[in-house]
C-alpha cells in the first residue's frame, strides 16, 4: 500500500486544502453526500493522489509526448479564409481569450499558407 501524506485537515466535516491542492476542491466539494466517512477519505485520497492530472485553470489543457497525430491533407491547395469582421462587442473578449492562450502556451504566433477565422461561442 503507498501512503501519501496530505495537507489536509478536516474540520467540523469541511474539508480544509492546502494550495496545491486548492484546484481540485470543487471535485471533492460534489463527492456524494451519502459516502461514509471512509469513502470520502478514500475518493480524496485517489484525488489527490492525482491531482497532477485535473486542470488547475481553464487553459491548463496538458500535452503528452506519447502520442503524435499528424493531418494528411494529400495534395489539397491550402485553405486560407479571408478575415471576416466580428461584432464590437466581441474584439475584446477574443484579444484577451488570444492573450491568454498565449501565455499558458496553447497556441503560438504563426503564418503560413493555412488560416481560418475565430469561431466566437457563447
Known amino acids: ?4 501524506y496530505l495537507s ?3 474540520v467540523d466535516g469541511v474539508t480544509n486544502f492546502d494550495d496545491q491542492y486548492v484546484h481540485v476542491k470543487p471535485i471533492v466539494d ?3 453526500v451519502d ?5 470520502r477519505r478514500r475518493a ?5 493522489r492525482n491531482a497532477d492530472v485535473f486542470s488547475r485553470h481553464e487553459f491548463d489543457l496538458g500535452c503528452t509526448d506519447l502520442l503524435q497525430y499528424r493531418i494528411d491533407t494529400g495534395d489539397h491547395r ?6 471576416r469582421s466580428h461584432a464590437r462587442a466581441h474584439l475584446d473578449i477574443i ?3 488570444q492573450e491568454k492562450l498565449l501565455k499558458a502556451g496553447v497556441i503560438e504566433p504563426g503564418s503560413g499558407p493555412w488560416s481560418f477565422n475565430v469561431v466566437v461561442g457563447g
Open 1 to 4: 500500500m503507498h501512503l501519501v
Open 95 to 97: 484579444d484577451d481569450a
Open 35 to 39: 459516502l461514509s466517512d471512509e469513502e
Open 78 to 83: 491550402p485553405i486560407a479564409e479571408p478575415l
Open 44 to 48: 480524496i485520497d485517489v484525488i489527490t
Open 8 to 10: 489536509l485537515m478536516l
Open 30 to 32: 460534489c463527492l456524494p
